[in-house]
């Protein structure tokens, strides 16, 4: 379908370029995948938030 | 999935007594096309609009006068009723729109496989279409000229909607609130848990009038936009009332009309001239001799330092490599790391390409007396439009007693409009002004209360211990933004060379192209295209919408020829069976010419001719060729 084409090259494309861990990058895709087919659960969003990096200037440090 | 509609019926629904259409004609094949002849008045537009309230399930909001005005005008039915069967992947629905006409109400009952107990009340549609059949979704599929106006206008953000909904991108819109909502619970969650702490409390109780305030600051600032376009309009009212009452005296009327007039004139030269005056005052050398003397002395430094040769980084980067300095001392490691650390002091090649600009303009500048003499123009023209103005207003007093009594009387009222008016745009100014405008203050201006707010925001963040939680989320909505509107632009882009492929093909006479999908569909250097070309470039974006869509709909269509001429019908009768895996198309006999008489010698097509009746005969339906061309015949004749 062409959505998850449009969407899978938008992904790869916002994922490579941001400095966040290996870890992260497959459970963020993953995510949003599964958003897509309804078969997320809410867990699935808050390890994706935990493993996002805050060393690139967005947190200050608290 | 598969969507195909098989057929509708109506019951007790203005013309229609009893009416079936069973697409299937009691067999299993659906064919490809039908094409259903209604003469104008007979209720096509009625059928559409069921067709749309059977599938949107909104028609439980009609008022009473609109479901009784589904209410035959003869005979004494207290109940109407209008059907559909459709297709969803392998399910089979059936809808029932009821119309009780004594009590004015609209309700639904719906049965498909697997339900028990046959018919049930309401209206149920599956799970996977839940949120998609929307009022506005359902309007891009059965079809009507308006809707194909609202894609090509600017007013509308309809092309983009559908991009959006089609193809499910709101989905990452409904992420982005689930993310949202799992940080507030986390919050509260944090809140409970430290319930103890007085500074929390603060901090929560802070955050939330600094929020108030500022929502109050934005509905006080549209209350305030509000207040003077109606005062504005209001004044525009008193002023047409006081050229009424002039202009209705013979006497007065010419005087009136030359004075406007040339006021007209006055204020047109007026803003040529403020035109003038915005370009010269970009020039500082014009304003002021001073300026001028200025800049011509900093020209003379520049040369004097030979500016901005000398202070190039890349010298001190090649000084580096060298073995001895300018000086004559040797360059070792440390003196070379310490040349190259101090280099990016100095200019770099970027930095020299826009000194030596500035050095080129400062060098061939001229000053010109051309502002000097248009702001004195702008004074005297000034004084001729007020003078002007004295004349009409003191023309009402050539008018009599009672008339000079009205127009005194108007002429306080907008006099205390004009007061009125000045007061809220002071207002509105300050409200609006951008953060850090002097004399705003986050009381009284909008971005300065929403910088508070936030601010409140992070530190009960900090708080409730969630700060690090919730600029993480940020991020990742940042993320998810990022891939949403990248995603977009690439379906946007694809639709775009699709539509551009089937509308080059329909209009072979003129070269329209689509641009880009901004809200509505922008055309490539047209502001304008005729009714014709606006439905066919509206079928080529809807049949290349659906083309990559992970749900296939059935395209049904009102009168799709009716305002294209002859060349145009014909292309798009070869084009748009090929765009849509169901079409149903509703045409008059006027269409048949060019558009429905192309579809004679394609196969399956199935026709169909409903006849409503004037009394209260039934109407009734006849399928089959002959039958609809022979109508057409008869009608023509």
Known sequence: MKLYEELSNAMNEVVSVTEESSDFKPRFTKLIENYFDSSYVERDIDDVIELINLSEGNSDGN | MEIKILGWGYENIRRFNTLDLDLLQGGTHLSHVTLVMMRNGTGKTTTISLMRS?????????????????????????????????????????????????????????????????????????????????????????????QAKKTLSADSKEAELAVTYLYQIEKLDNLISE??????????????????????????????????????????????????????????????QRTELITSDERLRQDQLNLTS???????????????????????????????????????????????????????????????????????????????????????????????????????YSTSGELTIALEQMITLKEEIQSIQSALDRLVLHLDEEAIRKAESIAEEQSDIKQKILGLQQERDILDAPYGTPNTSEQNNVAAAEKAWKEAEENLQRATGTYEYTQKANKLIIYINNIRSLALQKLKD????????????ILTDDRITVDKIDGSLILHDRTAVSEGQTLAIAYSYIGSLFEHSSFEFPFVIDSPAASMDLGVRREVASIIPTLFKQLIIFVTSGEVAGFAEKFYSMDDVLYATIEGKENNEKATCTFGKDYFSAYQCEEEE
């Open chain 2, 54 to 146: 059977v599938l949107n399930g909104t028609a439980t909001n009609w008022n009473p006068e609109e479901v009784r005005s589904y209410k035959p005008t003869k005979g004494q039915a207290s109940q109407g009723k209008f059907y559909i069967k459709i297709k969803f992947g392998t399910e089979l629905y059936h809808y029932n729109l009821i119309l009780d006409y004594e009590r004015g109400r609209a309700s639904y009952e719906t049965s498909h496989v697997g339900m028990s107990g046959g018919l049930e009340q309401g209206h149920t549609l599956p799970m996977q279409l839940k949120g998609v059949f929307t009022k506005e979704f359902i309007n891009r599929f059965i079809f009507d000229g308006e």
């Open chain 2, 179 to 240: 993310i949202n909502s799992l940080v507030q619970r986390k919050q509260s969650e944090s809140d409970s848990k430290g319930a103890t702490s007085s500074s929390l409390s603060y901090n929560r109780t802070r955050m939330e009038n600094k929020r108030n305030h500022y929502l109050n600051l934005v509905t006080r600032r549209d209350k305030v936009i509000l207040q003077m376009s109606q005062y504005q309009t209001r004044w525009v009212d008193l002023e047409n």
């Open chain 2, 494 to 505: 694809s639709i775009i060379i699709k539509t551009n492929e089937k509308v080059e093909r």
């Open chain 2, 262 to 364: 040339r006021k007209a004139l006055k204020n047109n030269e007026l803003n040529s001239l403020l035109q003038t005056i915005g370009t010269e005052v970009k020039e500082p050398f014009n304003i002021h001799s001073l300026f001028d003397a200025r800049l011509k002395s900093l020209m003379n430094n520049m040369q004097t330092l030979k500016l901005p040769k000398t202070t190039a980084r890349e010298f001190f980067k090649e000084l580096s490599e060298s073995p001895e300095c300018v000086c004559g001392r040797p360059i070792g490691q440390e003196e070379k790391v310490a040349i190259l650390k101090r280099a990016d002091n100095y200019l770099g090649e970027d930095d020299l390409s826009v000194i030596n600009a500035i050095k080129d303009s400062l060098r061939n």
